[in-house]
C-alpha cells in the first residue's frame, strides 16, 4: 500500500467554512481510503483538535516570528508571505521523517516551502491557481501612492520565481482553472493536471421572495482582493441601493482580523458575520451571491459555494470569464446596482439564474472531481 505524507498549512481540522480549509480536509479523507496517509500542518491555538492521532499538528509562528520568517524569506528570494506559514519544526520533522513516504502530496503553493532537497520519493502540489498574475493585478490596481502597491509588485515576481521553480522539481502539480494550464510553457504541460473545484450540493431549493433582504459574500477578508471588493461594494454601490431598499444588507461571511474589522466602513447595512461553519440560514435570507472582485485568477471558490446552494450569482466580469451564462455579469457599478435592483424584484429573473446555478453546479460534484485525484497518484 502507498504511504503518503499530506503537507498543509493550514489545518484541516478546524472546521472553518474556507473554500480551502474544506477542499484540504476532503481530498485527505479520500486518500486516506484508499492508503496509508499521515497529515502535518500548522494549528492556531483556537482551533480543534487532531481527529486522527496519527497526525501532527505544529503551533502556528506567533507575530515576532512571522516577522523574522518574512524577512528570511525575501533573502533566499522567496515569497515574503511565506514567512506567515512557516514553521522550523515541521521543516525539521520532513527533514526528517519524508523518506518514510512513497509519496508527499503539498497543499497549497505555500506548503511547497517544506519540501527536503534530498528527498527521492513522488511529490505531487495541489497549486489550484498561478498566484504570481494575482500578486502582479494587485499591483496593477493599487494607487501610486499605495506602498502596498510596491511590496505586491515585488512579491509577484518572488511568486513567478517560486512557481518556475516548483515546475522544475515537483512531479505533479494541479491547477482549478483551464484557463490557468494554459498559461503554463509547453515542457511542463505534463506534469499539470487540471482538477475542478468543488463543492456540496445543498438539497434546499431557492425560494423567491421579493421580502428577502441579504445580498451575500463569502470569502476571507484577509485576501486583499475580497478585502477591496468588499469596500468598494460599501463605499460605492450599497449607499445607491439603500436608497431605493433602505432594509437592503450586504453580508459578508468570512475571516476578518481585529485590524481590518477596526477600519472597515462602519455601516448599520453592513453586517460582517466572521467565519461560520454552516451558512444555510444566512443564504435562506439571501436573494443572490455576488463575486465583485476586480482583481481575480483562477475559479472563484465562492461562486461554487453560491451556486451549491442555488443561488442566482453576479460577478464582475473578470470573474465571471470561467462561468458562462450560468451567472449574470456587469463591467461598471452602474451596472451593478440595476442589475441587483432588478433581480430581488423580478421572479422569473431569479429563478432563471438559481436553475443555471444548480445546473452549472453538478458537474462540480465531489464524487465527479475526487477521481481524478485517484489517477493523479497513478505514476
Known amino acids: 500500500m502507498k504511504k503518503?505524507?499530506?503537507?498543509?498549512?493550514?489545518?484541516?481540522?478546524?472546521?472553518?467554512?474556507?473554500?480551502?480549509?474544506?477542499?484540504?480536509?476532503k481530498i485527505l479523507k479520500l486518500l486516506k481510503k484508499k492508503y496509508d496517509v499521515n497529515c502535518v500542518y500548522l494549528k492556531k491555538k483556537e482551533e480543534s483538535n487532531i481527529e486522527d492521532k496519527n497526525d501532527l499538528a505544529f503551533k502556528h509562528p506567533n507575530f515576532l516570528l512571522k516577522i523574522?520568517?518574512?524577512?528570511?524569506?525575501?533573502?533566499?528570494?522567496?515569497?515574503?508571505?511565506?514567512?506567515l506559514f512557516y514553521s522550523s519544526e515541521m521543516k525539521n520533522y520532513l527533514e526528517n521523517h519524508a523518506s518514510q513516504y512513497d509519496y508527499l502530496f503539498f497543499y497549497h503553493i505555500r506548503s511547497s516551502q517544506f519540501l527536503p532537497k534530498d528527498y527521492n520519493g513522488k511529490t505531487i502540489l495541489e497549486m489550484g491557481d498561478?498566484?504570481?498574475y494575482n500578486y502582479y493585478q494587485t499591483y496593477k490596481y493599487l494607487s501610486l501612492l499605495n506602498p502596498l502597491k510596491y511590496i505586491y509588485y515585488l512579491e509577484s515576481l518572488l511568486v513567478k520565481n517560486t512557481e518556475n521553480t516548483i515546475l522544475k522539481t515537483f512531479d505533479r502539480i494541479t491547477l482549478f482553472s483551464k484557463?490557468?494550464?494554459?498559461?503554463?510553457?509547453?515542457?511542463?504541460?505534463?506534469?499539470?493536471?487540471?482538477?475542478?473545484?468543488?463543492?456540496?450540493?445543498?438539497?434546499?431549493?431557492?425560494?423567491f421572495s421579493n421580502k428577502k433582504n441579504r445580498i451575500l459574500f463569502v470569502g476571507n477578508l484577509g485576501y486583499l482582493p475580497n478585502l477591496l471588493a468588499c469596500k468598494d461594494f460599501v463605499y460605492k454601490?450599497?449607499?445607491?441601493?439603500?436608497?431605493?431598499?433602505?432594509?437592503?444588507?450586504?453580508?459578508?461571511?468570512?475571516?476578518?482580523?481585529?485590524?481590518?474589522?477596526?477600519f472597515f466602513p462602519r455601516r448599520k447595512n453592513v453586517e460582517l458575520l466572521g467565519i461560520k461553519k454552516d451558512i444555510k440560514k444566512?443564504?435562506?435570507?439571501?436573494?443572490?451571491?455576488?463575486a465583485n472582485l476586480q482583481i481575480s485568477t483562477g475559479v472563484q471558490g465562492k461562486v461554487l459555494t453560491y451556486m451549491a446552494h442555488r443561488l442566482p450569482v453576479i460577478c464582475s466580469f473578470k470573474v465571471a470569464k470561467n462561468f458562462g451564462t450560468s451567472v449574470i455579469n456587469y463591467k461598471q457599478n452602474e451596472d451593478l446596482i440595476k442589475i441587483i435592483l432588478d433581480l430581488r424584484k423580478n421572479k422569473h429573473k431569479s429563478n432563471n439564474f438559481s436553475k443555471r446555478s444548480f445546473n452549472y453546479i453538478k458537474k462540480f460534484s465531489w464524487k465527479?472531481?475526487?477521481?481524478?485525484?485517484?489517477?493523479?497518484?497513478?505514476f
Do not use: A, W
Open 237 to 262: 454601490v450599497l449607499p445607491s441601493l439603500n436608497k431605493t431598499m433602505p432594509d437592503l444588507k450586504f453580508s459578508i461571511i468570512g475571516e476578518i482580523s481585529s485590524l481590518n474589522k477596526f
Open 179 to 207: 484557463n490557468e494550464t494554459k498559461k503554463i510553457n509547453k515542457n511542463f504541460k505534463n506534469k499539470v493536471f487540471q482538477i475542478d473545484e468543488s463543492s456540496e450540493i445543498s438539497m434546499s431549493r431557492f425560494s
Open 68 to 83: 523574522i520568517y518574512c524577512f528570511l524569506s525575501l533573502i533566499r528570494i522567496e515569497p515574503v508571505h511565506f514567512g
Open 368 to 378: 465527479r472531481i475526487s477521481l481524478k485525484y485517484l489517477k493523479l497518484l497513478n
Open 4 to 25: 503518503i505524507l499530506f503537507i498543509s498549512v493550514r489545518n484541516p481540522y478546524s472546521g472553518r467554512y474556507s473554500g480551502d480549509v474544506i477542499r484540504s480536509l
Open 282 to 290: 444566512y443564504v435562506k435570507s439571501s436573494f443572490c451571491g455576488i
Open 130 to 132: 498561478l498566484y504570481s
